[in-house]
């Protein structure tokens, strides 16, 4: 993950060195410089949450505890899926993936879901 980081760093500060960039340049060639760089920071970023959700779904096995999820990959970006019934969250949201829990509180990992491609990676039979 560090070189990818790198690797997109030393991209992104290649723009920042261009002579182009400075005072006076004509406002149609800053608009296609710019657009530029939104591309490669789109670009950048898009690549770093392909390899964070590889290296969660690595991570991530069916039957943990929410505690092992969290120990193994960090606290989620978002948790959902409470009831009065059951009020521990049984869904954990990292970027587009789901992690469903049983629901009650001891409930383990039963569901990996990819929001983006809406199609289940894996689910306990």
């Excluded at 400075?22 to 760089?37: C, F």
Aim: overall charge negative.
């Amino acid at each position: 993950m560090k070189q990818l980081i790198d690797r997109w760093q030393e991209r992104l500060e290649r723009f920042h060195k261009r002579p182009e960039v400075a005072k006076g340049m004509d406002p149609r060639t800053a608009l296609g410089v710019q657009h530029a760089r939104t591309v490669v920071l789109k670009e950048c970023i898009e690549e770093l949450e392909r390899e964070r959700m590889s290296d969660l779904l690595a991570k991530v096995k069916l039957g943990m505890t929410r505690e092992e999820v969290v120990a193994a990959v960090g606290e989620p970006d978002d948790k959902g899926a409470t009831s009065r019934k059951y009020p521990t969250p049984s869904v954990y949201k990292y970027g587009d993936i789901e992690l469903h829990f049983l629901p009650w509180k001891n409930g383990t990992l039963d569901t990996i879901w990819d929001e983006a491609n809406e199609r289940v990676i894996e689910r306990c039979e």
